[in-house]
């Protein structure tokens, strides 16, 4: 199904970008935590926002509706944004050098040259991609519920967090999927700009979801709508829909990449 050799000289050679991100998500995730406090008087601070900038925190996701709870308290601070971004960013970094490097540069063809299929290739990028962006969620669950236990103590859902993360992992899996797909069939500069103009666009679309019922006919143009935090540290059965929908258009959209891909003209 994939190269066992290949995929660990993937891993290893892109190791280094992964522990950058580690260190950047090891830095928010300790500082968010921190600043959580069960006792609402310590939290007026929350409040104060919420009343000079309602409309402003409601538009970059930052949703306090429990904030003595500290699942609520996270996933506002951290997976209505923050987060997301830096699973955008680093999705595309990992899937470039994986995918579009090779291609752009003429490499592709020399791991075509041996004994191993267009698709077998691929999908050993694929598993390499994916991997880092499951070890780049389950770095989230490990960062905010260790962090969180240490500075509250008996206030982390350690069940809950991890759901969401598994949830923001699924979402990432799709979103990497469409960067693969653009740069297995588009060329150039046109590779790299649908990679991340699309998730972009998409991101910014559901941002404008939260701006009140006016807009909330956006959902159905983006898939970042598919992951709802609040939903997810609620155990909340659309929360499964939601994932399972996601999964069947990650799949679907890696196999229409394969597809393309084995069609593709990779002469240099």
């Avoid at 926002?49 to 949703?63: H, K, R, S, T, V």
């Avoid at 500290?70 to 951290?78: D, H, K, N, R, W």
Wanted: aromatic share 20%; net charge neutral.
């Amino acid at each position: 199904m994939i190269n066992i050799a290949l995929y660990k000289k993937e891993f290893k050679r892109n190791l280094i970008l992964f522990l950058i991100f580690l260190g950047l998500i090891l830095l928010y995730g300790a500082i968010v935590s921190a600043m959580f406090d069960p006792n609402v008087d310590n939290l007026s601070w929350i409040q104060s926002l919420q009343d000079l900038y309602p409309e402003l925190l409601d538009f970059i996701g930052f949703n306090f509706a429990e904030i003595t709870d500290y699942q609520y308290f996270i996933s506002g601070y951290l997976y209505g944004m923050l987060f997301i971004l830096f699973g955008i960013i680093y999705a595309n970094i990992i899937s470039s050098r994986l995918i579009y490097r090779y291609i752009d540069q003429g490499s592709i063809v020399f791991l075509l040259s041996t004994p191993n299929s267009r698709k077998k290739v691929l999908l050993t990028q694929i598993f390499v991609v994916q991997t880092y962006l499951f070890l780049l969620a389950l770095s989230m669950f490990l960062v905010t519920s260790l962090f969180g236990e240490i500075f509250n103590p008996g206030y982390v859902d350690f069940g809950k967090l991890f759901y969401l993360n598994l949830s923001f992992f699924i979402l990432l899996s799709f979103i990497s999927s469409l960067m693969i797909l653009c740069h297995s069939i588009f060329e150039g500069k046109k590779a790299l700009g649908f990679s991340i103009g699309l998730p972009v666009l998409f991101f910014f679309l559901n941002l404008i979801t939260n701006l009140g019922n006016t807009y909330k006919f956006v959902v159905y143009f983006t898939p970042f709508s598919l992951f709802d935090p609040i939903l997810c540290i609620n155990y909340s059965g659309l929360s499964f829909i939601y994932n399972g929908l996601l999964i069947l258009l990650t799949l679907s959209t890696f196999g229409i990449t394969i597809f393309y891909f084995n069609k593709r003209d990779l002469s240099v």
